[in-house]
T-cell receptor, first 117, second 114 residues
Framework: GAVVSQHPSRVICKSGTSVKIECRSL??????MFWYRQFPKQSLMLMAT?????????EQGVEKDKFLINHASLTLSTLTVTSAHPEDSSFYIC?????????????FGSGTRLTVV | AQSVTQLDSQVPVFEEAPVELRCNYS??????LFWYVQYPNQGLQLLLK??????LVKGINGFEAEFNKSQTSFHLRKPSVHISDTAEYFC????????????FGAGTRLFVKA
């Protein structure tokens, strides 16, 4: 249980275009999702917290207008990288918080490798 | 605010030897603690977690970790490693109130040699 599906797994786009990454909770409702960015050989850096039905909360230094987050339903959050540039190339990972009467934790998507050329 | 420190960036070890990956954390509120493993170009897989109760937590693939509140540590151990355990390991801390954000350590690269 508590599976998150992230798509696409890899995307290559031209500089200046926008890319949308989807994160879906398959077997539970995710009121809160998180978006992370990971540079090569580095840890995951939290970009923003996405709450269903409300605006995302961005971490300091993350450009809200560049990384648009939409969490319109309890099973889907999207991250759109707008006007992408080569420096946006990175590995993006989503995560969702889940809890039941007997379990609590975070489940992660398989990640999206974005390459901007 | 919380923070996580993984004391070793790389840990080389021979196959079938024991290993310990160290993790220390700081937080002003109660936290949950996690260890994740990441293989190249993949997402994170949960190894184990501490929410409450017994301080010795057993996870998948023969890993275990011990929560030590006084030392604010959550070290990961395995008595005998395999080549397939070669991967990046992340310790993570999550607030159990408020925003429930998860903060990750810098990661430890476990390299198992034949």
């Amino acid at each position: 249980g508590a599976v998150v599906s992230q798509h696409p797994s890899r995307v290559i786009c031209k500089s200046g275009t926008s890319v949308k990454i989807e994160c879906r909770s398959l077997d539970f409702q995710a009121t809160t999702m998180f978006w992370y960015r990971q540079f090569p050989k580095q840890s995951l850096m939290l970009m923003a917290t996405s709450n269903e039905g409300s605006k995302a909360t961005y971490e300091q230094g993350v450009e809200k207008d560049k990384f648009l987050i939409n969490h319109a339903s309890l099973t889907l959050s999207t991250l759109t990288v707008t006007s992408a540039h080569p420096e946006d190339s990175s590995f993006y990972i989503c995560s969702a918080r889940f809890w039941t009467d007997t379990n609590y934790g975070y489940t992660f998507g398989s990640g999206t490798r974005l390459t901007v050329v | 605010a919380q923070s996580v420190t993984q004391l070793d960036s790389q840990v080389p070890v021979f196959e079938e030897a024991p290993v310990e990956l160290r993790c220390n954390y700081s937080s002003s509120v109660s936290v949950y603690l996690f260890w994740y493993v990441q293989y190249p170009n993949q997402g994170l897989q949960l190894l184990l977690k501490y929410l409450s109760g017994s301080t010795l937590v057993k996870g998948i693939n023969g890993f275990e970790a011990e929560f030590n509140k006084s030392q604010t540590s959550f070290h990961l151990r395995k008595p005998s490693v395999h080549i397939s355990d070669t991967a990046e390991y992340f310790c993570a801390v999550s607030q159990n109130t408020g925003g429930f954000k998860t903060i990750f350590g810098a990661g430890t690269r476990l390299f198992v040699k034949a």
